[in-house]
């Protein structure tokens, strides 16, 4: 065991005035399965590279291990798998790495195809297990799971379970909750450590905001208490300090001894009520600091004047002489949320741009009404550029709206002047995910929306779907965000 102790941590990017981290200090003790959370562009890729030394940086960060970053960079995609491996690290024996792609459950054979030619779960699975056939190294595994499908998913997670040293960045809950042990999470304000998996971590996070909203509520109604104390005997000090030259309506001469003392006593209450209202404030402004936002928004779906949107029946869709699925069936009627679950390859994607209109050969049976509206959500997001306005004006879709959904997935005001090829990857999906909920349609169509996605904003996209429960199609290897949204599952075999 040993400790990587950072110290001052403060970091920002050339050219900006915004620092990621600023005068951050704590401990990682290296034989952790440490998880790695937090909202996208909050600089979880930020830090693992400033572990590598990659940037320049204020304060200290010591550790008495190497660092070792998930995924490798691949020189020559169309080397052999075994050259890959070699490349990486010269020295790396052979029983090694074939017993970790044992436990991975690739074959051999994998090594003597080239790297290009290996399906993207291949190629996670074959990097990782070089990753670990090294010795000494603290390994930084960033996002790993998002070319893999559900199956691969949990055979890399229970993989990892067995393992120790490393940060693992995944925004996937069922994943972290198989195979951490603590987290470290970015927050708002604050980077924290705490003992545990996702779930108990974010138990912990939710007890301690429910806590502090139950604070906040306490100290407005003292502070408007205080103020109205402060304003009313500020009203009778006045009073009093305006009869000191006056007489009594008997006409008795007033006892200004006995006015000079009420005043002090009035003032002494007065400076009272003004320390206990400024330490209600000060109070109260320590409180909400790491709340994520949960403003509730308006959105609605259009009706459609059928029951029934879609419907496949013993369908197979071919590509020249493969047939990626064959038999399949089942109708999609409004107000259900279907997931459309399966293996890589086994034609979940095929189906999706079918009923979405595309040009796909098939067989068998296939309805959809002309004039169904349908909103799509692929996984490409290289087309976007330009600013968040500029979109919504090109899409039809009320600005006012979609910016609101980003908001409440953690866009900041600064981030929406800035242009959308800058985005980093989640918070490209963020856009396309905010402006398909902004459209007036029918039906959603999403194909893996989550990738990249930042797992508080997947809990987050599953309140809004939930509350508004829209038609929708979709393809996610999310188990956590299937099992809580979808109310039927066509599984492709």
Not at 174 to 185: E, G
Not at 278 to 294: H, T
């Amino acid at each position: 065991m040993s400790l990587i102790n950072v110290s001052k941590l403060t970091f920002a990017y050339e050219g900006t005035y915004e620092h990621i981290f600023e005068n951050v200090s704590f401990q990682l003790d290296t034989d952790w399965k440490l998880g790695f959370t937090g909202r996208n562009g909050r600089g979880k890729t930020t830090f693992l590279n400033l572990l590598l030394g990659k940037y320049e940086y204020s304060g200290t960060i010591s550790a008495q291990v190497g660092f070792e970053y998930f995924p490798f960079a691949v020189a020559d995609p169309a080397a052999l798998t075994m050259d890959v491996m070699q490349e990486i690290d010269p020295e790396m024996e052979h029983w090694k790495l074939m017993r970790e792609l044992s436990l991975l459950r690739v074959s051999e054979d994998t090594l003597y195809r080239p790297f290009e030619s290996l399906s993207n779960g291949e190629q996670t699975k074959v990097l990782l297990a070089a990753l670990f056939v090294r010795e000494n190294q603290f390994l930084l595994i960033d996002e790993p799971t998002n070319h893999l499908d559900a199956k691969g998913r949990k055979l890399v997670s229970d993989y990892l379970r067995t393992k120790s040293g490393y940060i693992l960045v995944s925004h996937d809950r069922a994943f972290l909750d198989n195979c951490v042990d603590h987290i470290l999470s970015i927050n708002k304000t604050n980077i924290e450590i705490q003992k545990g998996n996702f779930s108990s971590w974010w138990e912990n996070k939710s007890r301690q905001d429910q806590f502090e909203l139950a604070e906040d509520e306490k100290l407005r109604k003292d502070i408007k208490r205080l103020s109205d104390s402060a304003k009313r005997t500020g009203g009778w000090a006045h009073e009093v300090e305006k009869s000191k030259n006056g007489t009594r309506s008997s006409g008795n001469k007033l006892d200004k001894g006995y006015v000079g003392h009420k005043a002090a006593k009035m003032m002494k209450r007065s400076k009272s009520i003004q320390q206990r209202q400024e330490s209600a404030i000060a109070e109260k402004s320590k409180l909400l600091r790491n709340l994520e936002s949960a403003d509730s928004l308006k959105i609605a779906q259009l009706p459609y004047h059928k029951q029934q949107l879609v419907e496949l029946e013993d369908l197979s869709i071919r590509y020249d002489d493969k047939t990626v699925c064959s038999g399949v069936s089942f109708a999609l009627e409004q107000g259900d949320r279907i997931s459309l679950s399966g293996s890589n390859g086994s034609g979940k994607s095929s189906i999706l741009k079918l009923i979405c209109g595309e040009d796909i050969n098939y067989t068998g049976h296939f309805a959809r009404d002309s004039q169904l509206s349908i909103s799509y959500v692929s996984q490409d997001t290289s087309q976007l550029k330009g600013s968040l306005s500029e979109y919504a004006r090109e899409q039809g879709i009320d600005e006012s709206l979609f910016k609101s959904i980003l908001r409440k997935l953690d866009f900041s005001r600064l981030q929406f002047e800035k242009d959308m090829s800058t985005y980093s990857g989640g918070q490209k999906k963020k856009v396309l995910i905010a402006a398909s909920l902004s459209e007036q349609v029918h039906l959603h169509i999403w194909d893996e929306p989550l990738n990249f996605i930042d797992v508080i904003s997947r809990m987050q996209i599953e309140e809004l779907l939930l509350e508004y429960t829209p038609t929708i199609l979709f393809v996610e290897h999310d188990r956590e965000f299937c099992a809580n949204i979808a109310t039927k599952q066509v599984v492709l075999d």
